[in-house]
């Protein structure tokens, strides 16, 4: 009997020796990236247009007749992102303890901006909040696809710049170097397109290091100063004369601020209240201060238009339809048929850009490109000169 007990307790951890250090492997693994995820929950931020499907779905969920934690779990299950499954996790958890929905997520700022949580502070005082969260998502929609555009009509114009500063430094680092030495042979003068480039690519081959190194600090001194109040405020305005990109900036960002301003006022949404939200989720220095300017003009008793029409930032149009929405009592619908005008011309500059870029970017790259190859072949095409 002994000996029975003794050989089946052996050969049961064969049996499972396979199995539980591996199970016990991967629930430790499970654990340490638990652990990881509930630390990076505060600060992680969500993608917008991950949330723009969050929101949409909770809208249709809480329409159909689900309760706010079922709703809430049942999406905690559908998100990829692990995190922002752990914060929904979090959230849910809250809510079953009594705490308010915009309470709950005003505890993760980077994962729920601060437009959501006035909104849904809003739905939740008007017992309204699967059609506010639907406006959210409509809101949240509307932004990725004008953000989408704009990427895709700048990713291109960007490889190809990119693309010829590598290839001019090759040229200047590893090519041109074996002209200088041919030429060098010749004894005689060289054309001074050719031997300023032998000039720069010697200067450039003794400097590379130096350049790299003063490139990766102008950078980060760049970085540091943009986050300082006068940094985004030079970076703003000298963003807005770009003489390319900086028309569409602007009609975009006066989008965004009229498209906002509506949602939230239409939202129920206290004015006041939505000038702050407004001047934190513009991205624009100058909306800031238009903001600010225009609390206390309201707080005095005027109007929005005064201090509109006063600004130089805005177009003399926002500040009519704005005087013209005053008038009738529907600011909200005016400040939206204004975001729509402004959408619909910014998806035509892009448009437009997207047509015209590839063009200039062929002539910029031949330029560039077949001005190097001509400079290093002048001494040949005139050969007979330089040897003699």
């Avoid at 291109?156 to 090759?170: E, F, K, M, S």
């Amino acid at each position: 009997m002994a000996f029975l007990s003794t050989t089946s307790s052996v050969s049961s951890p064969l049996g499972g020796a396979t199995s539980t250090p591996k199970k016990s492997a991967r629930n430790a693994q499970a654990l340490a990236k638990q652990k990881v995820w509930e630390k990076k929950s505060n600060k992680h931020k969500v993608k917008l247009t991950s949330l723009s499907v969050f929101t949409q779905q909770l809208a249709s969920m809480l329409d159909a007749g689900l309760s706010l934690v079922l709703a809430l779990e049942a999406l905690q299950e559908q998100v990829e992102d692990p995190i922002f499954r752990v914060i929904l996790r979090k959230v849910r958890m809250d809510i079953s303890t009594g705490t308010s929905f915009s309470e709950a997520t005003r505890k993760y700022p980077n994962a729920f901006p601060n437009l959501f949580v006035s909104m849904v502070e809003a739905g939740e005082a008007s017992g309204g909040l699967a059609e506010i969260l639907a406006k959210v998502a409509d809101y949240f929609e509307a932004s990725v696809k004008l953000t989408k555009k704009v990427k895709s009509a700048m990713t291109y114009p960007i490889a190809v710049i990119g693309l010829a500063i590598i290839l001019v430094n090759v040229l200047l680092i590893f090519v041109i170097p074996v002209f200088a030495e041919m030429f060098q042979d010749f004894g005689a003068e060289l054309p001074k397109p050719t031997q300023f480039l032998i000039n720069l690519s010697d200067w450039l081959q003794s400097n590379i290091f130096y350049c790299i190194i003063a490139g990766f600090i102008g950078f980060k001194v760049w970085g540091k100063f943009v986050k300082t109040p006068r940094g985004r405020s030079f970076k703003d305005r000298l963003t807005v004369r770009a003489p390319i990109f900086g028309n569409l900036i602007k009609k975009i960002s006066l989008a965004r601020f009229c498209r906002t301003y509506a949602t939230l006022l239409r939202s129920g949404v206290p004015i006041l209240r939505t000038l702050e939200i407004v001047a934190a989720s513009s991205g624009r220095v100058q909306i800031e201060d238009a903001c600010g300017q225009i609390s206390k003009h309201i707080s005095s008793g005027g109007q929005v238009s005064d201090v509109i029409r006063e600004n130089a930032y805005f177009p003399a149009m926002v500040a009519h339809m704005l005087k013209a929405g005053e008038a009738t009592g529907n600011v909200d619908g005016m400040m939206e048929k204004i975001a729509d005008f402004y959408d619909t011309e910014s998806e035509s500059i892009i448009a437009a850009l997207t047509s015209l870029i590839e063009p200039i970017l062929i002539v910029f790259l031949g330029v560039v490109v077949g001005g190097i190859v001509m400079a290093m072949f002048l001494p040949i095409f005139h050969l007979s000169s330089v040897v003699g």
